[in-house]
């Protein structure tokens, strides 16, 4: 009995020193980050803009700093998602060409993530007030996942889109795109223009 005993201990070590455990290692893929999604309350944006809207209180609003920013051009901040909705708004100044000139760089901001985006859906909508907006989703591993477009044509011109400052792939980040678009049409559902 002990001879056994002997004979499947020795089999046992050998089995184990037999392969290199480093051989067998299979990384684990890393995790879908959790998101707990408050319930969304509003309120008013800075009168300070020539625009006005409802955000969602856990945001914060931010002035844009880049080189080329200007007046009037902010980001809604999310830091629990690591988020932006950056805004960039211009005066039309009643100049039809130059509305379309802007209208074509809106565009082609949004074309530029032809390479990685798989699908790309375009919707004009009737906001509340009566304007119109052009939202416009992108769907694969694109830096901005929604953007839209609104103007009154005459006076004002506002474009904005979503960004995410980390590395998680979009499809994990889904309930975070979806909670912050919901905050983009109400945004866009309360917008008024200031004279």
């Excluded at 001879?3 to 299979?26: M, P, W």
């Excluded at 914060?60 to 080189?67: G, H, N, Q, S, V």
């Excluded at 950056?86 to 901001?109: F, G, H, S």
């Excluded at 699908?119 to 009737?126: D, F, H, L, S, V």
């Amino acid at each position: 009995m002990i001879k056994y005993a002997l004979i499947l201990l020795t089999g046992l070590v050998l089995a184990a020193c037999g392969s290199d455990s480093s051989d067998n290692y299979v990384p684990k893929p890393k995790g879908y980050p959790r998101f707990d999604l408050p319930t969304p309350t509003y309120k008013l944006i800075d009168p300070t803009h020539p625009y006005q809207f409802e955000y969602n209180s856990i945001a914060k609003i931010l002035p844009d700093t880049f080189a080329r920013s200007e007046p009037h051009w902010i980001f809604i901040h999310y830091p629990m998602f690591k988020a932006s909705v950056q805004l960039t708004y211009k005066p039309v100044n009643n100049d039809v060409n130059r509305l379309r000139a802007m209208l074509e760089d809106a565009y082609k901001l949004a074309a530029r993530h032809n390479i990685k985006a798989y699908a790309i859906e375009q919707r004009k909508i009737r906001l509340k007030s009566g304007l119109e907006a052009s939202i416009i989703d992108l769907s694969g591993e694109v830096p901005s996942q929604v953007q839209f477009v609104t103007t009154d044509s005459t006076t004002h011109f506002l474009r904005g889109a979503l960004y995410f400052n980390t590395a998680t792939q979009n499809d994990s980040l889904q309930p975070a795109i979806q909670y912050i678009r919901k905050d983009i049409m109400h945004m866009l559902n309360t917008l008024k223009w200031r004279k």
